[in-house]
């Protein structure tokens, strides 16, 4: 199942996308967009759905870090709202805090590169980190839950 991560910003979107099996997330582009203006770069989104074969979105969810909601959040959920509207396809949120933090100390300690190319650079990787933080709650979730329906059935039979 190929899973789409969305960094929504006012001007960007990052993306990333799992691989066919739902294990690992990569950063696939960033997406300029104007909030202003009204313009989400949904096309560009249509395209990339069409080519993956995407069947769900996550979209990053900006909390603050004392766990309260503000407009970015607002922002993010209009634009999930938006996306299931588009596409019928499920939209999960996943919190983000420190998540652009963390790509951009990824980028400067792993990779050093200049704050320049960064930019470029940094909402592709926050939508990977969130996909991938997805995925790996997900997962922990589904084997949760199969220990425990085998684990019935065993107690059952």
Not at 22 to 48: P, S, Y
């Amino acid at each position: 199942m190929r899973i789409m991560g969305l960094d929504v910003g006012s001007k960007t979107v990052g993306v990333a996308i799992s691989d066919p099996l739902g294990f690992t997330a990569q950063g696939l582009e960033i997406i300029q967009i104007n909030e202003e203006q009204g313009q989400f770069g949904f096309d560009r989104v249509k395209e990339l759905v069409d080519t993956y074969k995407v069947e769900r979105f996550v979209v990053g969810l900006p909390k603050n870090m004392n766990n309260t909601s503000g407009p970015r959040v607002e922002a993010s959920q209009a634009y999930g709202a938006k996306l299931e509207e588009l596409f019928g396809l499920p939209v999960d949120y996943q919190d983000e805090r420190l998540t652009t933090v963390a790509a951009e100390r990824m980028l400067i300690e792993q990779a050093d590169i200049s704050r320049n190319k960064r930019k470029k650079v940094i909402d592709k990787l926050a939508a990977q980190l969130i996909l991938q933080n997805y995925i790996e709650n997900f997962n922990i979730k589904e084997r949760l839950c199969h220990t425990i329906i085998t684990t019935t059935t065993k107690n059952v039979n």
